[in-house]
């Protein structure tokens, strides 16, 4: 099919794109996805519920989308935050791709689509959204939340959606538990099956 390009990134599957109709910051887009990756026909439910659950990201800053598949958090950080730069991160280069396709689409030009080590050490974050890998396995989303979270900048939010059958209650107790005495970490919200994280850096 023409629309099928093989991507070196993922030399074990041909890419084969897509289009969906999506709604990013309260707008419809024709937007591209692909095999290969989290959640490819639609905005996935805990997405969604995350989106529906925070308030508006900072105006400014370094904001991160951790994890961020084909992109609709960062889009909806990027739209609604145009003069922020949007930290879009993922290891699989073949999401990072449709992320810059459709940050092109929606005409944010604010978006960083990049591998985790392409993000330069000295970046702090005024927010981090995020529907993390729950399913990589515990030690290394513990790994990952180490990782990121302490580049929160001091009186920043960060806000995760975790499905809460696959173990919201003991990531909470877990965040509460390893990180510092100037991290606090509530449940902001409970919707559809689903946790919403808020972790504040004081």
Request: charge should be neutral; proline fraction near 7%.
């Amino acid at each position: 099919m023409s629309n099928e390009h093989y991507f070196a990134a993922s030399p074990e599957s041909e890419l084969k794109l897509r289009t969906i109709h999506a709604t990013i910051a309260g707008s419809v887009y024709e937007l591209s996805t692909a095999n290969g990756i989290f959640s490819p026909e639609h905005i996935d439910t805990g997405t969604k519920v995350l989106l529906a659950s925070v308030p508006a990201p900072p105006p400014g800053g370094n904001l991160l989308d951790l994890g961020c598949g084909w992109g609709p958090i960062a889009l909806t950080l990027a739209v609604e935050s145009p003069h922020a730069t949007v930290w879009a991160v993922d290891v699989n280069e073949r999401a990072l791709d449709l992320v810059r396709r459709n940050a092109a689409i929606v005409g944010a030009t604010n978006v960083r689509a990049v591998t985790p080590d392409e993000v330069p050490d000295d970046i702090i974050f005024t927010t981090i959204w995020s529907n993390p890998p729950i399913r990589v396995g515990k030690s290394e989303l513990h790994s990952l939340l180490e990782r990121w979270l302490p580049r929160l900048d001091k009186e920043s939010d960060a806000w995760l959606v975790v499905q809460r059958n696959l173990g919201s209650d003991s990531l909470h107790r877990w965040l509460q538990a390893t990180f510092p005495d100037d991290f606090t970490f509530v449940r902001a919200a409970t919707n559809k099956g689903f946790r919403v994280l808020r972790g504040r850096r004081r």
